[in-house]
Protein backbone atom coordinates (compact mmCIF):
# COMPACT_ATOMS: atom_id res chain seq x y z
CA UNK A 1 0.00 0.00 0.00
CA UNK A 2 0.98 3.24 -0.39
CA UNK A 3 0.39 4.79 2.84
CA UNK A 4 -2.50 6.49 1.44
CA UNK A 5 -5.83 6.18 2.79
CA UNK A 6 -9.22 7.38 2.31
CA UNK A 7 -11.52 8.61 5.50
CA UNK A 8 -15.08 9.66 5.70
CA UNK A 9 -16.71 11.42 2.79
CA UNK A 10 -13.00 11.19 0.41
CA UNK A 11 -13.98 7.01 0.32
CA UNK A 12 -16.87 7.67 -1.33
CA UNK A 13 -20.85 7.10 -0.45
CA UNK A 14 -20.93 4.10 2.20
CA UNK A 15 -24.35 3.04 0.37
CA UNK A 16 -24.77 2.93 -3.28
CA UNK A 17 -27.84 5.09 -3.99
CA UNK A 18 -30.42 2.51 -5.18
CA UNK A 19 -30.16 0.99 -1.60
CA UNK A 20 -32.36 3.14 -0.42
CA UNK A 21 -35.07 2.03 -2.67
CA UNK A 22 -34.21 -2.36 -2.70
CA UNK A 23 -32.77 -2.18 -5.42
CA UNK A 24 -35.60 -0.57 -7.44
CA UNK A 25 -34.65 1.68 -9.88
CA UNK A 26 -38.06 2.20 -11.66
CA UNK A 27 -40.71 3.76 -10.25
CA UNK A 28 -44.48 2.87 -11.38
CA UNK A 29 -45.06 6.71 -11.87
CA UNK A 30 -41.49 7.98 -13.29
CA UNK A 31 -43.16 9.43 -16.24
CA UNK A 32 -44.93 12.10 -14.39
CA UNK A 33 -42.11 13.26 -12.19
CA UNK A 34 -39.70 15.76 -13.64
CA UNK A 35 -37.38 17.92 -11.95
CA UNK A 36 -39.89 21.00 -11.37
CA UNK A 37 -42.86 18.52 -10.13
CA UNK A 38 -44.10 19.88 -7.53
CA UNK A 39 -44.57 17.37 -4.49
CA UNK A 40 -47.31 18.07 -1.59
CA UNK A 41 -47.85 15.89 1.34
CA UNK A 42 -52.04 14.64 1.66
CA UNK A 43 -53.66 16.73 3.78
CA UNK A 44 -55.96 13.71 4.91
CA UNK A 45 -54.38 11.06 7.17
CA UNK A 46 -53.72 8.36 5.53
CA UNK A 47 -53.32 4.88 6.72
CA UNK A 48 -51.41 3.08 3.59
CA UNK A 49 -50.03 -0.48 3.46
CA UNK A 50 -46.54 1.46 3.02
CA UNK A 51 -44.23 0.26 5.69
CA UNK A 52 -42.34 4.11 5.59
CA UNK A 53 -38.44 4.27 5.60
CA UNK A 54 -36.65 7.22 7.30
CA UNK A 55 -36.37 8.59 3.35
CA UNK A 56 -40.39 8.50 3.13
CA UNK A 57 -41.07 10.50 6.39
CA UNK A 58 -38.27 12.72 5.61
CA UNK A 59 -40.33 14.15 2.29
CA UNK A 60 -43.71 13.87 3.83
CA UNK A 61 -41.88 16.33 6.34
CA UNK A 62 -40.23 18.58 3.84
CA UNK A 63 -43.52 18.31 1.57
CA UNK A 64 -45.95 19.97 4.00
CA UNK A 65 -45.81 22.82 1.34
CA UNK A 66 -45.01 21.98 -2.27
CA UNK A 67 -41.76 21.48 -3.11
CA UNK A 68 -39.97 20.31 -6.22
CA UNK A 69 -38.52 17.25 -7.06
CA UNK A 70 -35.55 18.87 -7.57
CA UNK A 71 -35.73 20.83 -4.13
CA UNK A 72 -36.52 17.82 -2.24
CA UNK A 73 -33.21 15.90 -4.02
CA UNK A 74 -31.24 18.19 -3.06
CA UNK A 75 -32.53 18.70 0.35
CA UNK A 76 -32.29 15.26 1.57
CA UNK A 77 -29.15 14.59 -0.85
CA UNK A 78 -30.06 12.11 -2.47
CA UNK A 79 -29.87 11.79 -6.25
CA UNK A 80 -33.01 12.38 -8.46
CA UNK A 81 -33.35 9.13 -9.39
CA UNK A 82 -33.94 7.17 -6.14
CA UNK A 83 -36.27 10.76 -4.77
CA UNK A 84 -38.54 9.65 -7.54
CA UNK A 85 -38.56 5.94 -6.35
CA UNK A 86 -39.74 7.05 -3.02
CA UNK A 87 -42.02 9.56 -4.17
CA UNK A 88 -43.08 6.24 -6.71
CA UNK A 89 -44.20 4.94 -3.44
CA UNK A 90 -45.95 7.46 -1.07
CA UNK A 91 -47.97 8.03 -4.46
CA UNK A 92 -49.21 4.64 -4.72
CA UNK A 93 -50.36 4.97 -1.24
CA UNK A 94 -51.63 8.32 -1.46
CA UNK A 95 -49.48 9.71 1.10
CA UNK A 96 -48.89 12.82 -1.60
CA UNK A 97 -50.34 14.37 -4.20
CA UNK A 98 -47.96 15.70 -7.33
CA UNK A 99 -48.61 18.57 -10.12
CA UNK A 100 -46.65 20.19 -12.77
CA UNK A 101 -46.09 24.20 -12.10
CA UNK A 102 -47.35 25.52 -15.68
CA UNK A 103 -44.01 25.68 -17.26
CA UNK A 104 -43.71 28.96 -19.02
CA UNK A 105 -42.55 27.66 -22.30
CA UNK A 106 -45.23 25.85 -22.64
CA UNK A 107 -47.89 28.56 -23.23
CA UNK A 108 -45.32 31.62 -23.61
CA UNK A 109 -47.19 35.04 -23.09
CA UNK A 110 -45.19 38.20 -23.34
CA UNK A 111 -46.79 39.45 -20.62
CA UNK A 112 -45.64 36.87 -18.17
CA UNK A 113 -41.65 37.58 -19.72
CA UNK A 114 -42.85 41.08 -18.84
CA UNK A 115 -43.52 40.26 -15.30
CA UNK A 116 -40.23 38.02 -15.28
CA UNK A 117 -38.05 41.44 -16.51
CA UNK A 118 -39.74 43.57 -13.75
CA UNK A 119 -39.19 40.54 -11.06
CA UNK A 120 -35.44 40.44 -11.91
CA UNK A 121 -35.06 44.65 -11.89
CA UNK A 122 -36.44 44.51 -8.65
CA UNK A 123 -34.45 42.10 -7.38
CA UNK B 1 -51.73 13.64 -11.90
CA UNK B 2 -53.34 15.26 -9.14
CA UNK B 3 -54.58 19.36 -9.65
CA UNK B 4 -55.74 21.20 -7.13
CA UNK B 5 -57.29 24.28 -8.57
CA UNK B 6 -56.16 27.12 -5.54
CA UNK B 7 -52.90 28.31 -6.19
CA UNK B 8 -51.58 29.28 -10.32
CA UNK B 9 -48.03 28.54 -9.60
CA UNK B 10 -45.44 29.44 -12.90
CA UNK B 11 -42.10 27.88 -13.25
CA UNK B 12 -39.66 29.63 -15.40
CA UNK B 13 -36.84 27.47 -16.46
CA UNK B 14 -33.69 28.15 -17.63
CA UNK B 15 -30.79 26.54 -18.11
CA UNK B 16 -27.11 27.54 -17.69
CA UNK B 17 -24.38 26.00 -19.93
CA UNK B 18 -20.67 26.30 -20.91
CA UNK B 19 -17.81 24.35 -20.82
CA UNK B 20 -16.21 23.21 -17.61
CA UNK B 21 -15.13 25.93 -15.20
CA UNK B 22 -16.57 28.29 -17.30
CA UNK B 23 -18.12 29.68 -14.23
CA UNK B 24 -21.65 27.95 -14.34
CA UNK B 25 -21.88 27.07 -10.56
CA UNK B 26 -20.72 30.79 -9.58
CA UNK B 27 -23.33 32.20 -12.18
CA UNK B 28 -26.31 30.26 -10.55
CA UNK B 29 -24.78 31.13 -6.80
CA UNK B 30 -24.29 34.80 -7.28
CA UNK B 31 -28.48 35.57 -7.73
CA UNK B 32 -30.09 32.64 -5.93
CA UNK B 33 -30.15 30.41 -2.59
CA UNK B 34 -28.21 27.64 -4.92
CA UNK B 35 -27.97 24.00 -4.06
CA UNK B 36 -26.02 21.40 -5.24
CA UNK B 37 -27.92 18.59 -7.17
CA UNK B 38 -27.40 14.58 -7.78
CA UNK B 39 -28.66 12.87 -10.21
CA UNK B 40 -28.05 8.79 -10.43
CA UNK B 41 -28.36 8.28 -13.99
CA UNK B 42 -28.79 4.90 -15.68
CA UNK B 43 -26.43 4.54 -18.36
CA UNK B 44 -28.95 4.79 -21.58
CA UNK B 45 -27.97 2.94 -24.94
CA UNK B 46 -27.38 6.15 -26.43
CA UNK B 47 -24.35 7.19 -23.78
CA UNK B 48 -22.91 3.90 -24.41
CA UNK B 49 -20.08 4.52 -26.70
CA UNK B 50 -20.62 8.01 -26.41
CA UNK B 51 -19.39 7.07 -22.70
CA UNK B 52 -15.69 6.53 -21.75
CA UNK B 53 -17.30 3.97 -20.10
CA UNK B 54 -17.35 1.35 -22.88
CA UNK B 55 -15.84 -1.92 -21.55
CA UNK B 56 -17.24 -1.03 -18.33
CA UNK B 57 -20.36 -2.86 -18.98
CA UNK B 58 -20.95 -3.71 -15.42
CA UNK B 59 -21.27 0.17 -14.34
CA UNK B 60 -25.25 0.62 -14.88
CA UNK B 61 -25.98 3.99 -13.67
CA UNK B 62 -23.20 7.49 -12.73
CA UNK B 63 -23.75 10.60 -10.67
CA UNK B 64 -23.83 13.48 -12.38
CA UNK B 65 -23.67 16.70 -10.31
CA UNK B 66 -25.41 20.03 -11.31
CA UNK B 67 -26.04 23.53 -9.82
CA UNK B 68 -30.06 24.48 -8.89
CA UNK B 69 -30.95 27.83 -8.00
CA UNK B 70 -34.34 28.77 -7.37
CA UNK B 71 -35.58 32.75 -7.07
CA UNK B 72 -38.98 33.42 -6.19
CA UNK B 73 -40.00 36.74 -8.35
CA UNK B 74 -43.44 37.06 -6.36
CA UNK B 75 -45.87 34.46 -5.03
CA UNK B 76 -46.64 31.85 -7.52
CA UNK B 77 -43.97 33.11 -10.13
CA UNK B 78 -40.62 31.44 -9.50
CA UNK B 79 -37.63 31.11 -11.25
CA UNK B 80 -35.51 27.90 -11.51
CA UNK B 81 -31.70 28.11 -12.89
CA UNK B 82 -30.07 24.69 -13.77
CA UNK B 83 -26.26 24.31 -14.19
CA UNK B 84 -26.08 21.63 -16.89
CA UNK B 85 -23.51 18.94 -16.20
CA UNK B 86 -19.94 20.23 -17.68
CA UNK B 87 -18.56 17.40 -19.01
CA UNK B 88 -19.42 16.12 -22.97
CA UNK B 89 -20.11 12.13 -21.56
CA UNK B 90 -23.20 13.96 -19.29
CA UNK B 91 -25.18 14.87 -22.95
CA UNK B 92 -27.81 12.16 -22.43
CA UNK B 93 -28.90 14.54 -19.43
CA UNK B 94 -29.80 17.14 -21.90
CA UNK B 95 -33.28 16.43 -22.77
CA UNK B 96 -34.26 16.03 -19.66
CA UNK B 97 -33.18 19.20 -18.34
CA UNK B 98 -34.11 21.36 -21.60
CA UNK B 99 -37.61 20.09 -21.30
CA UNK B 100 -39.98 23.09 -20.73
CA UNK B 101 -36.77 25.23 -20.07
CA UNK B 102 -37.67 28.90 -21.48
CA UNK B 103 -34.39 29.77 -22.55
CA UNK B 104 -30.45 29.38 -21.74
CA UNK B 105 -27.56 31.02 -20.78
CA UNK B 106 -24.37 30.06 -22.49
CA UNK B 107 -21.47 31.12 -20.76
CA UNK B 108 -18.30 31.45 -22.50
CA UNK B 109 -14.88 31.29 -21.16
CA UNK B 110 -12.58 33.30 -23.74
CA UNK B 111 -9.61 30.92 -22.73
CA UNK B 112 -11.50 28.17 -24.08
CA UNK B 113 -13.59 29.38 -26.71
CA UNK B 114 -14.00 25.67 -28.15
CA UNK B 115 -15.66 24.63 -24.88
CA UNK B 116 -18.68 26.14 -25.53
CA UNK B 117 -19.67 25.25 -29.13
CA UNK B 118 -21.13 21.94 -28.31
CA UNK B 119 -24.29 23.81 -26.11
CA UNK B 120 -24.28 26.22 -28.99
CA UNK B 121 -24.86 23.74 -31.28
CA UNK B 122 -27.73 21.85 -28.96
CA UNK B 123 -29.60 24.90 -28.20
CA UNK B 124 -29.54 25.57 -31.89
CA UNK B 125 -30.48 22.46 -32.98
CA UNK B 126 -33.39 22.30 -30.64
CA UNK B 127 -34.50 26.23 -31.08
CA UNK B 128 -33.91 27.20 -27.29
CA UNK B 129 -33.28 30.95 -27.20
CA UNK B 130 -29.99 31.71 -25.67
CA UNK B 131 -27.97 34.44 -25.23
CA UNK B 132 -24.21 34.21 -24.85
CA UNK B 133 -22.40 35.44 -21.35
CA UNK B 134 -18.63 36.21 -21.56
CA UNK B 135 -16.88 35.65 -18.46
CA UNK B 136 -14.42 38.18 -17.29
CA UNK B 137 -11.40 36.21 -15.86
CA UNK B 138 -8.32 37.10 -14.83
CA UNK B 139 -5.56 36.76 -17.87
CA UNK B 140 -8.28 36.23 -20.54
CA UNK B 141 -7.80 38.46 -23.64
CA UNK B 142 -10.35 41.95 -23.84
CA UNK B 143 -12.36 40.39 -27.10
CA UNK B 144 -15.24 42.87 -27.91
CA UNK B 145 -18.55 40.87 -28.14
CA UNK B 146 -18.07 41.59 -32.21
CA UNK B 147 -14.80 39.25 -31.88
CA UNK B 148 -16.95 36.81 -29.84
CA UNK B 149 -19.80 36.21 -32.16
CA UNK B 150 -17.54 36.30 -35.34
CA UNK B 151 -15.43 33.47 -33.60
CA UNK B 152 -18.75 31.47 -33.05
CA UNK B 153 -20.54 31.92 -36.04
CA UNK B 154 -23.45 33.14 -34.46
CA UNK B 155 -26.64 34.75 -36.11
CA UNK B 156 -26.86 38.20 -35.67
CA UNK B 157 -29.81 38.78 -33.64
CA UNK B 158 -28.10 36.23 -30.65
CA UNK B 159 -27.12 38.55 -27.63
CA UNK B 160 -23.43 38.67 -26.66
CA UNK B 161 -22.81 40.21 -23.68
CA UNK B 162 -19.84 40.88 -21.14
CA UNK B 163 -20.54 39.63 -17.84
CA UNK B 164 -19.19 39.23 -14.39
CA UNK B 165 -20.40 35.46 -13.13
CA UNK B 166 -19.52 36.49 -9.44
CA UNK B 167 -21.72 39.51 -9.45
CA UNK B 168 -25.08 39.64 -8.18
CA UNK B 169 -25.76 42.90 -10.90
CA UNK B 170 -24.37 40.95 -13.34
CA UNK B 171 -25.83 38.37 -13.61
CA UNK B 172 -29.06 40.07 -13.37
CA UNK B 173 -28.51 42.07 -16.29
CA UNK B 174 -27.40 38.14 -18.34
CA UNK B 175 -30.96 36.95 -16.77
CA UNK B 176 -32.87 40.30 -17.71
CA UNK B 177 -30.82 40.16 -21.54
CA UNK B 178 -32.41 36.45 -21.91
CA UNK B 179 -35.83 37.59 -21.20
CA UNK B 180 -35.86 40.24 -23.77
CA UNK B 181 -34.26 38.11 -25.90
CA UNK B 182 -36.84 35.48 -25.58
CA UNK B 183 -39.51 38.20 -25.97
CA UNK B 184 -38.07 39.15 -29.30
CA UNK B 185 -37.70 35.07 -30.53
CA UNK B 186 -41.67 34.85 -29.43
CA UNK B 187 -42.66 37.86 -32.03
CA UNK B 188 -40.26 36.52 -34.59
CA UNK B 189 -42.41 32.87 -34.20
Redesign the interface.
Known amino acids: MTGHEWFDEEAGPIVR??TLTGGR?ESGHRS?L???T?V?RASEPVYGSLLLTPEHEAILHLASD?L?V??L???L??????VKVLLGDLLADRRI??????????F?N?R??????H???A? | ????PS???????ILVAGGFGAGKTTLVGS?SEM????????LTERSVGVDELTGVEQKR?T?VAMD?G??T??TG????L?GTPGQDRFWFMWD??A????GAVVLVDTRRLADCFASIDYFERRGLPFIIGVNTFEGGKPYTPDDIRVALDLDPEIPVINCDARS?EST?QV??TL??H??TA??RR
Open positions: PFTDDLMLVPTAEASEDLAVGVTVRRPAPVAQPPIIEEVIGLQL | MDSREAELAVKVRPLRTEEQTTFRILRLVLYFELEGALRRLIMGVMMA
